[in-house]
């Protein structure tokens, strides 16, 4: 037999033992992956720290946390992602629940949102669907234009601090909000909500 011939069975084998090995471990890595996820802890500890614990509820079936507790004493459901509410107002909406704490007047539909950062430390913010995530420094202020009501507006410290919000002075479309720190867990708000209408919630 040549020695072509020889080198040319050597490579063929080699291959043939390359590739049946990947088709018989292929099946092993799906099973791996599943017994990984099956492994996975459905309560992690992070739902039970600091922010997390006032602000996320937990998945059915753990211990609840501050969150989901508060959540139940205000007599609302805790719905599962793919869970169908029976009744649509199990939860009911901020401004159901709670007086406003401020009302403004818009003008032709619009609203001047003024920040005023107290913290010393830097405060993420964003009205939801007008406007990117922002940072706004402690010690600063900002001016939100011309926001069409209804709108949402996200705030958050970048140090994990709770927040208090205050307003401070409404006029015909301008609300001017404090943005203090504090250790009460019940003053700790991150939404604010200005309705079509110009009542303002915080939740």
């Known amino acids: 037999m040549s020695q072509k011939n020889q080198t040319s069975k050597k490579k063929t084998g080699l291959l043939a033992s390359i590739f049946g090995s990947l088709l018989i471990g292929l099946p092993a890595i799906p099973l791996a992956a599943s017994a990984a996820l099956s492994v996975l802890n459905p309560c992690p500890h992070i739902f039970y720290e600091e922010p997390h614990n006032n602000r996320v509820l937990v998945p059915e079936g753990c211990p609840p946390n501050a969150a989901t507790l508060r959540l139940k004493e205000q007599g609302g459901v805790v719905v599962q992602p793919g869970d169908i509410p029976v009744n649509r107002q199990t939860i009911p909406a901020p401004e159901t629940r709670q007086d406003p704490i401020a ?101």
């Open 103 to 203: 009302t403004i007047t818009p003008t032709a539909g619009t609203v001047d949102v003024k920040l005023k950062n107290n913290t010393n430390a830097g405060i993420s913010y964003q009205a939801i669907g007008h406007t990117q995530p922002r940072f706004l420094a402690g010690g600063q202020e900002f001016i939100l234009r011309d926001l069409p009501t209804p709108v949402s507006i996200t705030l958050v410290r970048q140090d994990g601090g709770l927040i208090k919000v205050m307003p401070m002075s409404t006029s015909e479309g301008i609300l001017a909000v404090s943005l203090d720190e504090t250790t009460n867990f019940d003053n700790n708000q991150g939404v604010l909500r200005i309705q079509k209408d110009g009542q303002v919630f915080l939740n």
